[in-house]
């Protein structure tokens, strides 16, 4: 497709998939900084994310979602479920992830039914193609169910490294009606900066916990003041049990020293001053099953009572 050059094009892109398909690092790399939490542990993400990239001739707006897995048991998961579902409605284009190592898997398949039943175009993004020579690739595309998924496109990508994103970003744009932007030139992103502290926290929490621990957390800003030159933030970090509070805390404290520190440098980065960071852990036993508390941490939307029917 091709167009005068004159006209501008702005939208919506849904990033969706199974936890860990690299939606938030393909965001991340789109924006050009990190806003959205990434680890190697599924399940990372737990919100909507959007972000604004800005073109020449468009505006395109991805919303990253939480990975849609078996939702069974814990009220969360069938929160982030529904958050992701929910993405889906009033976009241009849905982004459907999956991993170069695995391809599309029996478990896509009753997502991208689901997915289908929305008569949006559905790309299909094979991502980490750099962990993969090309020529292993090819039976992965052969093998596609592309009779029962006729996806709009397939398209390798490696969201690490860049690779073949601008195609990506083509076809997203060729997606996109007419129409002036909906954010401003110099706004990426819709995640507050207090949310955005709670989650470089969380996000290293994520990365040195092990085991369940990083799922029975929570992270909430409690307080984040701008002062001359600097900022000051303090965190706070939920837990069901108080077993858990000590393991957060280590040995002299050195486990939530480093989380500290480390968040401390990515939101320095972000924030562009040098930022204090305060941490501690409380905990609030079932925190995961109180709706108010999912709220309020903002894990759960607004007009969202979590218990939206799939695909709805
Ligand atoms: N080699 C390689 N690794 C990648 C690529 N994209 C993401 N990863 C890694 O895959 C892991 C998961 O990435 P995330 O971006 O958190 O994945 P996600 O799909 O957002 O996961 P959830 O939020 O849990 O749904 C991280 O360790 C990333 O560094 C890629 O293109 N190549
Ligand atoms: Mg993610």
């Given amino acids: 497709m091709s167009r005068k050059k004159e006209t501008f094009h702005s939208g919506f892109a849904a990033i969706v998939g199974r936890p860990n398909m690299g939606k938030s690092t393909f965001l991340n790399h789109v924006l050009g900084r990190k806003v959205a939490a990434v680890t190697p542990k599924p399940q990372t993400t737990r919100t909507r994310i959007l972000g604004v990239c800005h073109r020449p001739h468009s505006q395109l707006v991805f919303v990253d979602t939480p990975g849609i897995h078996q939702s069974g048991g ?29 391809g599309l898997l029996p478990e896509d398949h009753p997502i991208l039914t689901n997915l289908w039943k929305r008569k949006i175009p559905v790309v299909l993004v094979v991502n980490k193609a750099d962990r993969i020579q090309r020529d292993r690739l090819l039976p992965l595309l052969a093998a596609l169910p592309l009779e029962q998924f006729p996806f709009v496109e397939v398209i390798p990508i490696s969201a690490l490294t860049g690779e073949n994103v601008e195609r990506l970003l083509k076809v997203v744009e060729n997606h996109m009606p007419e129409g002036p932007p909906y954010f401003p030139e110099d706004q990426d992103t819709d995640q507050s900066e207090r949310f955005l502290a709670a989650e470089m926290v969380r996000e290293k929490l994520f990365l040195y916990l092990r085991q369940e621990l990083p799922y029975s957390l929570a992270v909430q800003t409690e307080s984040f003041q701008e002062l001359p030159g600097r900022m000051e933030i303090h965190v706070q970090i939920m837990v069901d049990r108080d077993s858990q509070k000590g393991i957060i805390i280590g040995k002299r404290g050195d486990m939530l020293k480093r989380v500290g520190s480390e968040a401390r440098r990515d939101l320095e980065k972000l924030f562009g001053v040098p930022v204090f960071l305060q941490t501690w852990v409380k905990v609030r036993k079932d925190w995961a099953a109180d709706m ?9 939307e607004e007009g969202s009572d979590g218990n939206d029917h799939p695909g709805g």
């Fill in 292 to 300: 108010r508390l999912l709220r309020e941490v903002g894990y759960l």
């Fill in 74 to 102: 814990v009220h969360l998961n069938k929160v982030m479920v529904d958050t992701a579902y929910r993405a889906c409605r009033d976009v241009e284009v849905i982004l459907y992830f999956v991993d170069a190592m695995s």
